[in-house]
Nanobody, 123 residues
């Protein structure tokens, strides 16, 4: 089993920045890719970004390209999402997820999920 705990969410003004963290515990050696997803009120959960084990493969959703950066520290079993130039449309609960076998944008690829952290961007 793998446990994921997100942190770093909060309230920020439009144009501001936040860095989300996701700490993994348990059988972390079984984790392949890590990903971030988000769910805004009344909308379906959507892919934001993912990262391969060595950090060399980092697919991003179009909503994240140029503004968000995903990274991971394998020594700390932690993945980060640096979010810059935030907009009110980025308001959502952000979820961290771990995949055991592959990397991609589909939710079905991810085996473990965190509880989520709220990000609110005010105008």
């Amino acid at each position: 089993q793998v446990q994921l705990v997100e942190s770093g969410g909060g309230l920020v003004q439009s144009g501001g920045s936040l860095r989300l963290s996701c700490a993994a515990s348990g059988r972390t050696s079984s984790i392949y890719a890590m990903g971030w997803f988000r769910q805004a009120p009344g909308k379906e959960r959507e892919f934001v970004a993912a990262i391969s084990p060595d950090g060399t493969i980092t697919p991003y959703a179009h909503i994240a390209k140029g503004r968000f950066t995903i990274s991971r520290d394998n020594a700390k079993d932690t993945v980060y999402l640096q979010m810059n130039s935030l907009k009110p449309g980025d308001t959502a609960v952000y979820y961290c997820a771990a995949a055991l076998g592959t990397i991609g944008a589909g939710e079905e690829l991810y085996n473990y999920w965190g509880q989520g952290t709220q990000v609110t961007v005010s105008s």
